[in-house]
């Protein structure tokens, strides 16, 4: 490895939101900052987020919406760095923003917004970015960290890794920070898609047909549940609320669906006794879009006219369609998945500091390590908080 002639304060490994949040923020407090990323682009993660207009944040995020083997460990990060800091910068920038559902914030216009303003304040912090360099070599010695990318050398007494996970694979996203921190002898949980479609088979497999069709629903595992419309595709379910409940799920479990959580209980009789020539399937089509009325009226297998059928079937039929059971033989991996579960472990870092335990000066921040937040602008209020905790440290 050549000679490292730059002098820097920090190194950055990764130009997404967690990397230069974390740039901008330590340039900006005085010190030198390179971050390296091989991809041509900064931030494209960001650009492609929230159907390219970015939900950048979540006015309701709090702890409790994160999934992490230390779910305590999120706390002092995001209760320092909030969405009213992110969204103050925002404002700062002049861009516009809305309001779209259930606290989730979005540009009006573009997520190139988002990104431009990112780099303004590297800018600001006198950062310097070098994209397009793959990195080939991390070495630590004399409290230095050496790092070999493209035809050049640099080193830093702080390196932060920052490349996110492995999902979407196509824009460049990799597992090279699970490879790092094994490097220094860090613990890695698991990683495995999250905020995922799920895939269905068996018994299950009918469901398919309905390609297409969505709903509002309860989407249930356990004792987790998130109401919100589910979309029922080609290879099995998606939309919202199934990708919230895919980060609960694994291999293996069940999850329920309520198709009608604003039904109250005793409906189906009611419907009897106010329309008893109606079938099943029309009752339910009074309440559910028409293919998946007759779908469920079929599995249902409750043929003829409302009043003829004896309430106990209509309530033992209730009771199915509020929890209606899938067991999902997959996801739909990373390629489709828009978070990764698991990464670095929290027992390895400081909630603080996001700084490793057993390795002084070395970071790990954002999606690399084994924070996940649900769907809907945490997974970048993690980013920017996790960036800018471990900027206070630098
Ligand atoms: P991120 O993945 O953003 O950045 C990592 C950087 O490291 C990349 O620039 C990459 O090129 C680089 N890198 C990776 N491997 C490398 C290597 N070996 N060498 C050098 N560089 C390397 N979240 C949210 O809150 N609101 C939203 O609207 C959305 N929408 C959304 C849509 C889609 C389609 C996806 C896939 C994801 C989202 N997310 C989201 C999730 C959000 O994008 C994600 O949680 C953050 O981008 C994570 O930020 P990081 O900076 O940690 O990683």
Known sequence: MPAASDPYDAIVLGAGGAGLMCAATAGQRGKRVLVIDHAEAAGKKILISGGGRCNFTNIHTAPDRYLSA???FAKSALGRYTPLDFLTLVERHGIAWHEKTLGQLFCDQSARQIVAMLLAECDAGGVTIRLNHGITAVTHSDGQFTVAHGDKTAAAPALIIATGGPAIPK????GFAYDLARQFGLKVVEPRPALVPLTLGGEDLLFRSLSGVSTPVIARHGKTSFREAALLTHRGLSGPAILQISSYWRHGDSINIDFLPDAPSGW??????AKPRASISATLRAHLPDRLADALAERLALSGDLGNLPD???????????????????TEGFA??????????TTELSSQTMEARRVPGLYAIGEAADVTGWLGGYNFQWAWASGWAAAQAL
């Open 70 to 72: 230390n779910p305590h």
């Open 171 to 174: 824009i460049g996203a990799t």
């Open 268 to 273: 189906l009789t009611e419907a009897k006794r």
């Open 312 to 330: 106990r079937k209509l309530e033992d039929a209730q009771r199915r369609l509020a929890a209606w059971s899938f067991t999902p033989n997959g």
């Open 336 to 345: 489709k998945a828009e978070v990764t579960i698991g990464g670095i472990s």
